[in-house]
């Protein structure tokens, strides 16, 4: 890319931002966040690997990979045609989350009795969301269903999405409130957030004679429209639901906006433009420099670091670790300490997270000298109280990469002092592995809002800045001098 070719006009980010849209309207959880990306690595011959089987033997140079963990947390990579597996090598790494803000569905998800004649669904709050923003939205419902087969009594994971108007939470009329209730809009979370699904007087018996008889410690405590719902998805019977993970979403589409088409307004921005853009990368590393790499490209995408990070299938977890150990052991054959050891010096993980561009209304709450700005550029996040993993190396690193793809420049982003500061996957990855990371992430208005702002010129720096990544790396890296 030229210097010439920085400036473009906003139209050429539409194609991208097109493809992104469609993705995002898709991926309505983490397991489907997930699926929409199988999907691609499969349709570009990407060869599915299973974590219970051994990767020894079929792990070589120029191959494409993939494996999924509970089909939430995703790790796809290539292997460099001209990696040397005797000699050290590194790890090029993009993170990200597959998971958001959202409403899901509680294990027992029938609420005994009904409030003004409606049946509601109980639902607890995941993560850290801006839920004033869930009242008077259309939910569906999405995620997993285990279904066990009636003949043989197998159970199998099968996914579903269910994108109509099935449930919403609906705001208090103005004539009913109290002058001091106007003045701030007040909601507890555990009273005010039931969806409604119905009225009594019409779902009460419309799945009973299904589950006649069957009392099994579960399928009692479930609101029967839902499985009905459910069921008639999959095309299965009521009684061969067996459990389920299930979330709300808001069934409107992802939209191109603004006046000049220059936006995109989505529900899970962060993390899911991530979780696109990484993949999109890597694809498109794999079809133009994959035969010419000296390392392995990979994306990893983890689930929960919304609440932590801290499960089986979370950034907290030994996902990464055993991804750098297993590959490089399946490419050797063995896997000494010491290689060990020169791979994770000569690895590097991109953090990526969405970042906070300035609010025109609000834009006091930036600090003076790091407000990005949206479709400005990819964001660089520093936080000298290690909320955030960049540091003096690879921080420049980044910038090198940037400036050899011929990116443009980055924006930064320091929070300010009397303000708090968010974290991401990018401290836990790195005290867990030793590997050096950076923190970085697309700009974007209203994070955690059930409907979220981008812009789509964003999207491209975000492709741009990850393919450079993957072929400019170690270039940038061996001209560092420790």
Same mark, same amino acid.
């Given at each position: 890319?030229?210097?010439?070719?920085?400036?473009?006009?906003?139209?050429?980010?539409?194609?991208?931002?097109?493809?992104?849209?469609?993705?995002?309207?898709?991926?309505?959880?983490?397991?489907?966040?997930?699926?929409?990306?199988?999907?691609?690595?499969?349709?570009?011959?990407?060869?599915?690997?299973?974590?219970?089987?051994?990767?020894?033997?079929?792990?070589?140079?120029?191959?494409?990979?993939?494996?999924?963990?509970?089909?939430?947390?995703?790790?796809?990579?290539?292997?460099?045609?001209?990696?040397?597996?005797?000699?050290?090598?590194?790890?090029?790494?993009?993170?990200?989350?597959?998971?958001?803000?959202?409403?899901?569905?509680?294990?027992?998800?029938?609420?005994?009795?009904?409030?003004?004649?409606?049946?509601?669904?109980?639902?607890?709050?995941?993560?850290?969301?801006?839920?004033?923003?869930?009242?008077?939205?259309?939910?569906?419902?999405?995620?997993?269903?285990?279904?066990?087969?009636?003949?043989?009594?197998?159970?199998?994971?099968?996914?579903?999405?269910?994108?109509?108007?099935?449930?919403?939470?609906?705001?208090?009329?103005?004539?009913?409130?109290?002058?001091?209730?106007?003045?701030?809009?007040?909601?507890?979370?555990?009273?005010?957030?039931?969806?409604?699904?119905?009225?009594?007087?019409?779902?009460?018996?419309?799945?009973?004679?299904?589950?006649?008889?069957?009392?099994?410690?579960? &399928?009692?405590? %479930?609101?029967? +429209? @839902?499985?009905?719902?459910? =069921? /008639?998805?999959?095309?299965?019977?009521?009684?061969?639901?067996?459990?389920?993970?299930?979330?709300?979403?808001?069934?409107?589409?992802?939209?191109?906006?603004?006046?000049?088409?220059?936006?995109?307004?989505?529900?899970?921005?962060?993390?899911?433009?991530?979780?696109?853009?990484?993949?999109?990368?890597?694809?498109?590393?794999?079809?133009?420099?994959?035969?010419?790499?000296?390392?392995?490209?990979?994306?990893?995408?983890?689930?929960?670091?919304?609440?932590?990070?801290?499960?089986?299938?979370?950034?907290?977890?030994?996902?990464?670790?055993?991804?750098?150990?297993?590959?490089?052991?399946?490419?050797?054959?063995?896997?000494?300490?010491?290689?060990?050891?020169?791979?994770?010096?000569?690895?590097?993980?991109? &953090?990526?997270? %969405?970042?906070? +561009? @300035?609010?025109?209304?609000? =834009? /006091?709450?930036?600090?003076?000298?790091?407000?990005?700005?949206?479709?400005?550029?990819?964001?660089?996040?520093?936080?000298?109280?290690?909320?955030?993993?960049?540091?003096?190396?690879?921080?420049?690193?980044?910038?090198?990469?940037?400036?050899?793809?011929?990116?443009?420049?980055?924006?930064?982003?320091?929070?300010?002092?009397?303000?708090?500061?968010?974290?991401?996957?990018?401290?836990?990855?790195?005290?867990?592995?030793?590997?050096?990371?950076?923190?970085?992430?697309?700009?974007?208005?209203?994070?955690?809002?059930?409907?979220?702002?981008?812009?789509?010129?964003?999207?491209?720096?975000?492709?741009?800045?990850?393919?450079?990544?993957?072929?400019?790396?170690?270039?940038?890296?061996?001209?560092?001098?420790?």
């Amino acid at each position: 890319m030229s210097a010439a070719q920085l400036c473009i006009p906003i139209t050429d980010h539409l194609p991208l931002a097109h493809r992104a849209c469609d993705y995002l309207s898709a991926s309505t959880d983490p397991y489907h966040a997930v699926h929409n990306n199988e999907l691609k690595l499969e349709a570009a011959g990407f060869e599915r690997l299973r974590e219970d089987e051994c990767f020894s033997g079929r792990i070589r140079p120029g191959g494409k990979y993939f494996y999924t963990r509970e089909h939430s947390t995703l790790v796809a990579f290539t292997v460099g045609g001209a990696v040397n597996s005797s000699k050290p090598y590194g790890f090029k790494i993009i993170g990200g989350h597959t998971d958001t803000p959202n409403l899901r569905v509680k294990p027992r998800s029938k609420i005994g009795g009904s409030a003004g004649g409606c049946v509601q669904l109980a639902v607890e709050c995941y993560g850290g969301g801006l839920w004033h923003t869930w009242f008077d939205r259309d939910l569906g419902l999405s995620g997993r269903v285990l279904c066990r087969d009636p003949s043989t009594g197998n159970v199998s994971s099968r996914l579903v999405r269910i994108p109509r108007p099935l449930a919403r939470v609906s705001t208090l009329a103005i004539h009913l409130t109290t002058a001091d209730e106007r003045v701030a809009f007040k909601w507890n979370k555990e009273d005010h957030l039931k969806p409604v699904l119905g009225t009594s007087t019409v779902l009460e018996d419309s799945v009973k004679d299904q589950l006649e008889g069957q009392e099994d410690g579960w &399928s009692e405590h %479930q609101e029967l +429209a @839902v499985l009905e719902a459910v =069921a /008639a998805e999959l095309d299965i019977s009521v009684a061969d639901i067996a459990d389920f993970d299930l979330s709300l979403f808001d069934i409107q589409p992802a939209a191109i906006g603004g006046i000049k088409n220059e936006f995109i307004h989505s529900a899970g921005l962060d993390n899911h433009a991530t979780c696109f853009v990484s993949v999109e990368a890597l694809l498109d590393h794999a079809r133009e420099k994959l035969d010419d790499d000296l390392d392995i490209s990979l994306v990893a995408l983890f689930d929960h670091e919304e609440v932590g990070s801290d499960s089986a299938t979370g950034a907290g977890s030994p996902i990464m670790a055993e991804a750098v150990t297993r590959i490089s052991s399946a490419l050797s054959g063995t896997l000494s300490s010491d290689m060990h050891s020169c791979i994770l010096r000569k690895s590097f993980i991109l &953090s990526v997270d %969405q970042a906070h +561009a @300035v609010h025109p209304n609000y =834009a /006091a709450k930036h600090e003076r000298g790091h407000g990005p700005l949206l479709n400005g550029g990819v964001v660089i996040k520093r936080n000298a109280n290690q909320r955030y993993s960049t540091n003096l190396s690879s921080g420049h690193v980044l910038r090198e990469v940037a400036r050899k793809g011929w990116i443009g420049p980055l924006q930064d982003f320091v929070v300010r002092n009397d303000c708090g500061c968010g974290s991401t996957i990018g401290p836990i990855i790195a005290s867990n592995t030793g590997i050096r990371t950076v923190d970085a992430g697309m700009p974007q208005l209203s994070m955690h809002s059930i409907r979220e702002t981008m812009g789509i010129a964003d999207l491209t720096h975000g492709l741009q800045l990850f393919k450079a990544f993957y072929q400019h790396f170690r270039e940038v890296d061996n001209k560092l001098v420790n």
